[in-house]
C-alpha cells in the first residue's frame, strides 16, 4: 500500500496519470563539484544533454567524456560509444552485498560515467520510482530547518537491484509537497560521504515539477548542513518528455 505522504508527492510533482504517459524525459543541464577532488577527478561543471528511461535503469550522456563522444548507463554497466556506435571503452560494475559498488581510489571516466549515470537517473524520476517493486517508505517526524521552515520527511528504503546512493535516503517535501531536500550517503566514495542534497527553483515542463537548481553540502551527524564548501552543484535548463 502506497504511504499517503508519497502519493501526495507524486500528485504535486504531476501526478501518476501523467508520468505513466512518459517513456523518456530529456534534459540539458549543468553539473559539477569538488567531491570528485577526492578520486582525483576533474571537478569542473560540464554542460550534458541526457536521454533519461522512465520504464528501466538507463541513461545516455553526451558529449561524454569529450564532443563526438556519448556514455551510456545501463544498471550495472557503462560504456562510451562514437557517433558511429563504436565502443570505445566499457565497464561491469562490481558490487558488494549490500549491493554498494565497488570503490576504487583514483577514477577514470568510466567511474565518473557510472556516478553522473545512476546520480541523474535517481533524481529523474523520483518520486515515481518509489512505486517500483521492492521500495519501502514511511513518514517520519517533522524536520525544522535552521530557518524555521518546517518540512514533512519520507524515509525510503531502495531495493538492492537499483543502482542509487545508499539504501536508506531521506526525503523532505514543502507544504505543496515538492522535494526541498534529499539525505543519503554516496557510498561510492565512502561512508564519510554523508550529504544533505537541496533543490531549489522548481519549474513545470509539459506537466511535470522538476527542481533545476541542486546543490549538496556536506551532512553533520545532527542532520545540519555544513555549509563551509559546496560538494557538488547542478543546474536543469530545459526538461522535454517523450511518450
Known sequence: MTVPLLAETIAAHGGLERWERVNHLRLRMRI?????????????????????????????????????????????????????????????????????????????????????????????????LFLWQGFDSREGAIWREPNGVRWRRLHVTYPTSIPTHSRQQTLYLDERGWLQRLDYTAEIFGQFARAAHYCSAHQVFDGLVFPTHRVVWWRRPSGRPLRVMTVMEGWVDDVTTVS
Do not use: C, Q
Not at 558529449?63 to 556506435?85: A, M
Open 32 to 128: 559539477g563539484g569538488t567531491i570528485l577532488l577526492s578520486r582525483l577527478a576533474s571537478p569542473r561543471t560540464r554542460a550534458f544533454d541526457v536521454d533519461i528511461e522512465t520504464r528501466r535503469v538507463r541513461a545516455t550522456i553526451r558529449p561524454f567524456p569529450r564532443p563526438g563522444l556519448t556514455g551510456v548507463f545501463e544498471d550495472g554497466s557503462v560504456r562510451i560509444e562514437t557517433d558511429s556506435k563504436a565502443i570505445m571503452a566499457e565497464r561491469r560494475i562490481g558490487h558488494g552485498p549490500t549491493g554498494a559498488p565497488e570503490r576504487s581510489l583514483i577514477w577514470d571516466d568510466l567511474d565518473v560515467l557510472y556516478f553522473f549515470g545512476y546520480a541523474i537517473w535517481n533524481y529523474s524520476v523520483t518520486p515515481y
